[in-house]
């Protein structure tokens, strides 16, 4: 096509795909879902407007893409409790604390401030972002709890949302009202420290996980 620019004859199938969700979701997040254009995302993206719709036939569609490439990259980033230790209470500790240091990361903060704004107008959005960010995180530390404490799911599920819920909402509320400063740059895991306060998330599980 005569009007495609050269950078993106170069691209082809999942990767111009994926080139194009990665530019949407900086335009989105630097202008709004309402002031965000399909031609903005195609100029950024170098690409035309035409190749845009072939991949992504709205506006909303692209949006609720971009939110599974968020959901990709977050839990990509968290991992599972395992990971993070072998002693079960540290193991916990830490991943908690990576909950919470990547949800006051200030891309993780823009994007949940433009999910509540757009929760009104496209409901399917929130739904979207609360599964993948916050469902999924429980579902991690839920099943962590289960096999190592020897819980029902009922049991673990429970534990897993009061443990969050406590180390990980009264932080993040205060940061989304701009009472407390976002984490500038991506937070690296060997930072973990430096981010969060460790030393109390450790306090709160040994006095909350069984025994």
Not at 1 to 16: F, I, T
Not at 83 to 90: G, L, M, V, W
Not at 91 to 107: D, H, I, K, P
Request: glycine share 4%.
């Amino acid at each position: 096509m005569k009007d495609e620019p050269q950078r993106s004859r170069q691209r082809r199938g999942e990767e111009l795909r994926r080139h194009i969700l990665f530019t949407a979701k900086d335009v989105f997040l630097e202008t709004g879902y309402e002031r965000a254009s399909m031609d903005t995302v195609a100029t950024r993206a170098e690409t035309s407007k035409r190749t845009l719709y072939a991949h992504f036939e709205s506006k909303d569609k692209l949006f609720l893409a971009v939110l599974d490439l968020v959901r990709e990259l977050y839990l990509h980033r968290l991992g599972t409790p395992g990971a993070y230790a072998e002693d079960p209470p540290e193991a916990v500790t830490r991943f908690c604390g990576r909950f919470l240091q990547l949800m006051v990361w200030e891309a993780q903060v823009r994007t949940c401030r433009l999910i509540i704004a757009e929760a009104e107008r496209l409901p399917g959005s929130s739904s979207t972002y609360f599964d993948a960010i916050f469902a999924s995180t429980y579902e991690r530390l839920s099943a962590y709890l289960a096999e190592r404490y020897a819980m029902d799911n009922a049991d673990s599920a429970a534990l897993a949302e009061d443990l969050l819920a406590r180390t990980v909402l009264p932080r993040l509320f205060r940061t989304l009202l701009n009472v407390e400063e976002v984490i500038k740059d991506m937070p690296e895991e060997s930072a973990l420290a430096e981010d969060v306060d460790l030393d109390a998330i450790r306090r709160l599980v040994a006095a909350t996980l069984p025994g």
